[in-house]
Every structure is written in C-alpha cells, then in structure tokens.
C-alpha cells in the first residue's frame, strides 16, 4: 500500500474508532460505506474496498460478490430514504491522493439540475466547504441508512 493512499488513512481512521458517522455508515468484511466530504449533493455514498487495491480487476471474489450485493442494498436505502429517482455508480481511482478502489453511489434525485445529470454529476464533487453539504447533515443521513441497513 503506498504511503501517500489518503484512503488507507481514512480506513485506519475508522478502524481506529476515530471516525464520524458520516465516514462510518456502514462497514463488512470487504467494503466501507460512506457519505463524501466535499460534495453539494446529500446522499453521495462512497463504497470503499477496506484492503488497498487500485483496479477492479484486482478484487477477489468474494471482494467482487460484496460489491455487487452492496450496490443493490445501499441503492434501495437510498431510494427509500431519500425517494430518489435513482442512483448513478461510478469507479475511477484515479485522484492521486484516493488510488484506491471506492465506487461512487451518487442519489439522482426526482428534481436534480439537469447541468449535474449523467456524468457532469462530478460538478458537485471537490467543492468548497462553505457549499457542501453540511456535517450535520451528513450525520442526519447516516443515522437514518444504518437503521435501514442493519441486518
């Protein structure tokens, strides 16, 4: 794992205990869930593979099998917490901080601007702190997808 993976640190941050609800909704034997930092948009989730790995290509499979289980079930809290049209998923690991396999889990929601829809949703992430969403917020989220997630 390099030295320089911001999300090794984040994992060893909630492994730790150290971590807000907002950056600890949901954690399995494979994957963390949790809600972006830096986004305008409440409800963008970020599954995060809890060992470093860079490409999809490298998961395991029952790494690969976790995902696709998770996307489903965490795509139903959404839309059942947030009434969302839908959910978009994409996966890059390309920021050289974040080399990291994460999944991003974005909720479209009914009345979402139609400059953020498809791929442009992107233009509501790395955003200033003062038009993100708020922590409280966040924690709000958090609370109401781990009741719906439980086992």
Known sequence: MPDACQTCELIRR???GNAPLWDNILRTPYWD???AYDTSLKGWLVLVARRHVEALADLTEAEAAEL????ARVSRALHETLGCAKT???QFAEHPDH???HVH???RSVDHPADLRGPRVFGALGV???AAVPEW???ELAERLRARLAP
């Open 68 to 71: 696709g289980l998770l996307l």
């Open 105 to 107: 889990l974005v909720a």
């Open 99 to 101: 080399p990291h396999v």
């Open 88 to 90: 978009y998923a994409a």
């Open 137 to 139: 917020r966040r924690n």
């Open 33 to 35: 869930v949790v809600h």
């Open 128 to 130: 200033e702190a003062a």
């Open 14 to 16: 909630r492994d730790d």
